[in-house]
């Protein structure tokens, strides 16, 4: 069964360019439009956390627009690069590597920049060492080698993603936005961050899947830097994320770095890896060929948010739900709605005890855990669409939203 802070199932997820005349690069394989499913709650997962040539005026490769300035991409044949070279070249400006430390810690992340002036995405988890300091030291390596201090400027545990900032001057590029509800599986991608410390490193793969549900460790911190729900089998409840899976790999330090599209744009922030089995924050394993992005789209309003005030909203349903069907046959068929707070915005549109959620604004609810990601991608008082069952009737039921911040 899951609160309204969150789920606390049993089912816990444990240099360059050197061009002198334009070059038509192969397009990326084409991938046929398909339904997007949604899909539960996986075993175990384990945050992709903390670890450990030069392009000359503006050239047109392929319909990327180069500059002549210092890349990270290092051509040695023109004759043979592809989409992923462009992909990479493109997107690789807009990437960091983030160096966190504190009095008994210390770690290393990436992140990309929003704005021109300095504003940079990465996750929570990078920034407060997985919620282990709340007052870290923050510094950042952009493209060409330049060290800058950063400051924190907000952090958002219940989508683990956190906006930082340059505290020097400078002119930066700020990574190209894609729409992540028009990816389809299948799709080409390109990871892009700090595997292992390993700076401006580029793995490719696809979208293995979409609308998947992961549980990962809260990051949020006390005021005084202490942990205040570090989810490792304690019973303290995870936070769940609606994310992107993605066989390109992945590994700490992608954490808060880029997952791009073949035109190099934003679909997705890294934030997880899966493994096969029991995973400690002390013994993460490497890839296995699963890994997770928060959407570009759910990624985007929780940095605009951060940037403007600090801090994000939330969305509130007012239910206490399970997992629908889970304790007779061992899947799961939507969320059961098993309490309504008196008043509030479930009740107040007609939900009622033992009603079972399917669908949550057009997204397919398998589990508890793919409601409370779907409700707290959504910013507080904001409208949405319920697909109920009840008993033997299927009906639709609208609903505007709390503020989960009214619970605080």
Known sequence: ?????????????????????????????AAPAQKKPSLGVLGTVVIASLVSGVVGGVIGVGGYMLSTAPAAVVVNNTDSVNWVTGASSKALPSVVTIS???????GSGSGVFLTADGYILTNAHVVTLSGASANPKVTVKTLDGKIYVADIVGTDPNNDLAVIKISAAGAFTPIEWAD?????????????????????????????????????????????????????????????????????????????????NSQGQLIGINVAI??????????????IGVGFAITSN????????????????????????????????????????????????????????????TSFNGYKIDTAADLT????????????TLEVTRGTENITITVVLGDLGDLK
């Open 1 to 29: 069964m899951t609160d309204q802070n969150g789920p606390v199932s049993s089912n816990q997820v444990n240099r360059q360019f050197l061009f002198d005349t334009p070059i038509q690069l192969p397009a990326a394989p």
């Open 100 to 106: 966190v430390s504190s009095a008994n810690d210390g």
């Open 180 to 260: 992540s509800s028009k990816v389809n599986v299948g799709d080409s991608v390109v990871a892009l961050g700090a595997p292992l410390g390993l700076e401006n490193s580029v793995t490719t793969g696809v979208i293995s899947a979409l609308n998947r549900t992961i549980q990962v460790a809260s990051s949020e911190t006390n005021k005084d830097g202490s942990s205040l729900q570090w989810w490792n089998g304690t019973g303290a409840a995870p936070v769940s994320l609606r994310v992107l899976q993605t066989d390109a790999a992945i590994n700490p330090g992608n954490s808060g770095g880029a997952l791009v």
């Open 274 to 287: 899966a493994t096969a089995g029991a995973t400690t924050s002390a013994s993460q394993s490497g890839n």
């Open 298 to 357: 759910i990624a985007k309003r929780i940095a605009e948010e951060l940037m403007k005030d600090g801090k994000a909203s939330h969305a509130l349903l007012g239910a206490m739900v399970g997992n629908a069907g889970q304790e007779t046959d061992g899947f799961s068929s939507g969320a059961l709605v098993g309490e309504l707070t008196p008043g509030g915005p479930g009740e107040k549109a007609g939900l009622k005890v033992g009603d079972i959620v």
């Open 373 to 384: 990601a779907a409700v707290r991608a959504e910013p507080a008082g904001s409208a949405a």
